[in-house]
């Protein structure tokens, strides 16, 4: 269906150049050009005037084709801004007011039920970061990492039975209190 | 002596126009400096408003006014809860201009407790686009509007007071109330 109507487009903008042209000929011819848009170097035809010109001047040769354009929706009046505010005020356009908001128990700061709050979850990347940065210098370079587990081990940790065969990664500060063993 | 005194008459009455160029003359702020007359010891507590506004903010007035509405009366503890949670670009902006009016508050306008406040009034307006040339197909052009916008907030101390509702019931007892009224003026 486009490259039918693209088609249909091309044949209308082809016939409304052939008409203008006469027309400049003939100096029958009296355009403006639209109001909102400015044109480029030519004044290009109007495409509101070709279905009254098409029916006087030209009669419809292939009907069944011509006949789909003249259907094209347009509004046939301006909204008025009472109408427009009504639409865009709906109760559904407001945002709607959140009731799932509460005091995280850890920090205090406000999270959503569902979703980690976020100070707590910043804080644990930062560490994190820290551990990875740490984990780096001792990797030295990209696919060196020994394919054992890993342990962080605070000032003052000895590492446990259960930390045997695992790579250690010291971090000189005290534990956190949410880092637990 | 005469003369110097006229003059000094004259200035007095024109500083009370609009004569400093300053941002800070816009008219919303203007109403933080308003001083009222000292209250009598029987009259009710006035209690305190701030006036605060932000100024070209890079966001459509339109999207704004949804935000603002949202806040609306409600209290500020609240209205910042909302907002941080909000996933729009003018939230953040308003939190922030949120946060700095209640500072202001506690700091020069006396209000006791930070969270004794509530919106009282909160809106969005126009500020000063920039135009841009937007190209369209054939040689056409339009002229693009770059949005910005200002937003303008009044906490006022105190519990938020609560909105009276309106039954579709009450509405109907009004309107019949209303044909009930209507009388024949001038008559025996």
């Known amino acids: 269906m486009m490259n039918l109507s693209a088609l249909v487009h091309s044949l209308r903008c082809s016939l409304l150049r052939i008409e203008s042209r006469l027309l400049q000929i003939s100096g029958l011819d009296s355009q403006l050009a639209p109001a909102l848009a400015v044109n480029g170097p030519s004044l290009l035809p109007q495409i509101e005037q070709d279905p009254q010109q098409d029916e006087e001047q030209d009669p419809e040769q292939t009907p069944g084709l011509l006949d789909s354009i003249l259907w094209m929706a347009a509004p046939k009046k301006r909204r008025t801004i009472e109408v427009n505010r009504t639409r865009r005020r709906a109760e559904r356009k407001l945002i709607k007011v959140k009731t799932n908001i509460e005091p995280c128990p850890e920090c205090g700061h406000l999270k959503q039920k569902h979703i980690l709050c976020g100070f707590c979850y910043a804080k644990i990347c930062k560490e994190t970061g820290l551990i990875r940065q740490q984990i780096k210098e001792m990797e030295g370079g990209p696919l060196t990492a020994p394919p054992v587990e890993t342990v962080v081990l605070y000032e003052g940790e000895t590492p446990s039975e259960q930390d045997g065969g695992k790579r250690i990664v010291e971090r000189p500060r005290k534990r956190p209190a949410w880092f637990r063993n | ?131 841009r040339i937007r190209y369209h197909g054939r040689g056409m052009f339009g002229i693009m509007d770059k949005v910005y916008c200002h937003y303008f907030v009044k906490l006022v101390e105190g519990v938020p007071p609560k909105p009276e509702k309106r039954t579709g019931f009450d509405q109907a007892k009004e309107y019949v109330q209303g044909l009930k009224n209507r009388t024949i003026i001038h008559s025996l």
């Open chain 2, 1 to 131: 002596m005469l003369k110097l005194q006229v003059l000094g008459g004259a200035s007095q009455q024109l500083s009370c126009l609009h004569t400093s160029i300053s941002l800070d003359a816009k008219h919303w702020e203007r109403n933080n400096r308003k001083v009222y007359p000292p209250q009598l010891p029987e009259e009710p507590r006035r209690p305190a408003e701030v006036y605060h506004s932000r100024r070209q903010i890079k966001y459509s007035k339109d999207k704004m006014w949804y935000l603002a509405k949202m806040i609306r009366g409600m209290s500020i503890d609240e209205a910042i809860a909302q907002l941080e949670f909000n996933d729009k670009k003018g939230a953040k902006i308003m939190r922030e201009v949120l946060l700095e009016a209640q500072e202001m508050a506690v700091k020069n306008h006396n209000v006791e407790y930070k969270s004794n406040l509530y919106v009282a009034e909160s809106f969005s307006g126009k500020g000063q686009y920039l135009k």
